[in-house]
């Protein structure tokens, strides 16, 4: 596609469920971020990659949280045993190397 | 680490009108990004920085760099409810590095 699509668009969850989002980039972009977005806040970094090796996960809140890019194009973020502090809008970005980011619409968590 | 802060935090101002939206770091900025946002939907790249002095224009939007590349000001002239959303300043967080930090985003809204 055009541009980064990221799916599902919404997700609801109860407490204590596993949620696996979704991010397919720009073709041939070589980094992908995940970012978390509190309501009315500013996106916060998760984590990055440069194709398949994950660079840097220092954003992630807590080992609930696990990203992976196996083959270096669509990436899954994963969060286990989901609590209510997990509610946001998680934004995935990629971008060719060291040039500006392309932000997909965003996944919806609410946690219930 | 380093910290962006963005003034006013909402800003709601007639058509026409011309306004102006400040992101403020702590520490030198090594590149200076400026995004905007619309309820529910990703970030859309406007602008980038880099250049002490750097001023660069779209339409009519235009966006400044100080000299000391610590602080960047987003100026709109004539506005259009179409400017209306969130206004997200980011910041590369160290030198040579995709990872993006941002502002907590100011709100604009435009009435006719």
């Known amino acids: 596609g055009a541009g980064v699509s990221q799916s599902p668009r919404y997700k609801v969850a109860k407490r204590g469920q596993d949620v696996a989002l979704r991010c397919d980039p720009i073709?041939?972009?070589?980094?992908l971020f995940w970012y978390q977005q509190a309501l009315g806040q500013g996106p916060e970094f998760l984590t990055y990659?440069?194709?398949?090796?994950?660079?840097?996960k220092s954003g992630l809140p807590s080992d609930r949280f696990f990203a992976e890019r196996p083959e270096g194009s669509v990436s899954t973020l994963k969060i286990q045993r989901t609590q209510q502090e997990d509610s946001a809008v998680y934004l995935c970005?990629?971008?060719?190397?060291?040039?500006?980011?392309?932000f997909g619409s965003g996944t919806q968590l609410s946690v219930l | 680490s380093q910290e962006l802060e963005q003034s006013p935090q909402s800003l709601i101002v007639q058509e026409g009108k011309n306004l102006t939206i400040n992101c403020t770091s702590s520490k030198t900025l090594y590149g200076l990004y400026w995004y905007k946002q619309k309820y529910g939907e990703g970030l859309i790249f406007l602008m980038m920085l880099q250049k002490g002095g750097e001023e660069k224009s779209h339409e009519k939007i235009t966006a400044k760099l100080d000299e000391k590349k610590q602080q960047s000001s987003l100026h709109i002239t004539a506005s259009q409810p179409s400017h209306a959303g969130i206004y997200l300043c980011g910041a590369d967080k160290s030198y040579n590095t995709d990872k993006l930090i941002f502002g907590t985003g100011t709100r604009l809204q435009v009435f006719p």
């Open positions: 073709s041939g972009h070589v980094s």
């Open positions: 970005a990629s971008s060719p190397r060291a040039e500006k980011l392309f």
């Open positions: 990659f440069q194709n398949e090796a994950q660079l840097d």
